[in-house]
């Protein structure tokens, strides 16, 4: 079963505002990915922040890490139809070299 | 960036033959590659982890001798979905990481596989 769950599953947006999308996981974790799938395409890495840290920027990418919580968020700001995809959180555990995908988050950005 | 490129992207088979998928590397070696499984609006199930050289590892609930995995190379692995029937249509992806820890994946474009 997959460890992550996100939020929303759905969000639908206009131009210019700002997207965020949260993703909870249970296990202990190394890190946490965010990824980006345009519909019928692979997916695309967009970030990763460690266990160790908090905040992390990336162009118009924020994404922020509380291990307490055991929860990420990532926003986007300033947002544009070219955004319009799925995203995904992923674990990567204490134990090895496999991922854990949450469900995702279908963004779509209004023109 | 690393590159994984997987073919075909798309296939329409008749039920009961053989598909083969393949991923590569293009750029790198990949001792390990993970082949998934996705749904219309879900998440990726991992189905399998193939490696190098060995026999591939699959996750509990998926049936071995349906879908075949060899990873004969470092930089080619290949998922054969055997006597297809419509129920195995479904999108498949690969992904091969740099290394274990704290690195990112790179994902293969995807496969839909469409068994009538």
């Known amino acids: 079963s997959q460890q992550g769950e996100e939020d929303p599953q759905a969000l639908s947006i206009q131009e210019g505002e700002n997207a965020t999308m949260n993703c909870s996981y249970k296990?202990?974790?190394?890190?946490l990915q965010w990824y980006r799938q345009n519909s019928g395409r692979g997916l695309v890495h967009l970030i990763l922040?460690?266990?160790?840290?908090r905040e992390k920027h990336s162009g118009r990418l924020r994404v922020t890490l509380d291990t307490s919580k055991k929860s990420s968020s990532l926003l986007i700001t300033a947002s544009r139809a070219a955004d319009t995809a799925s995203y995904f959180c992923a674990t990567d555990g204490t134990s090895g070299s496999r991922l854990t995908f949450g469900e995702g988050t279908q963004l779509t950005v209004n023109p | 960036g690393a590159v994984v490129s997987q073919h075909p992207s798309r296939v329409i088979c008749k039920s009961g033959t053989s598909v083969k998928i393949e991923c590569r590397s293009l750029?790198?070696?990949?001792?390990?590659m993970f082949w998934y499984r996705q749904f219309p609006k879900q998440s990726l199930m991992l189905m399998a982890t193939?490696?190098?050289?060995?026999?591939?590892?699959?996750e509990q609930g998926v049936e071995k001798d349906k879908f075949l995995i060899n990873h004969a190379s470092l930089t080619l692995s290949t998922l054969t979905v055997t006597s297809a029937h419509p129920e195995d249509s479904s999108f498949y992806i690969c992904?091969?990481?740099?290394?274990?820890?704290?690195?990112?994946?790179?994902f293969g474009q995807g496969t839909r596989l469409t068994v009538v």
């Open positions: 992904s091969a990481r740099l290394g274990h820890m704290n690195t990112e994946a790179f």
């Open positions: 193939s490696n190098e050289g060995s026999k591939a590892t699959y």
């Open positions: 296990t202990s974790i190394n890190n």
């Open positions: 922040i460690r266990s160790n840290e």
């Open positions: 750029d790198f070696q990949a001792t390990t």
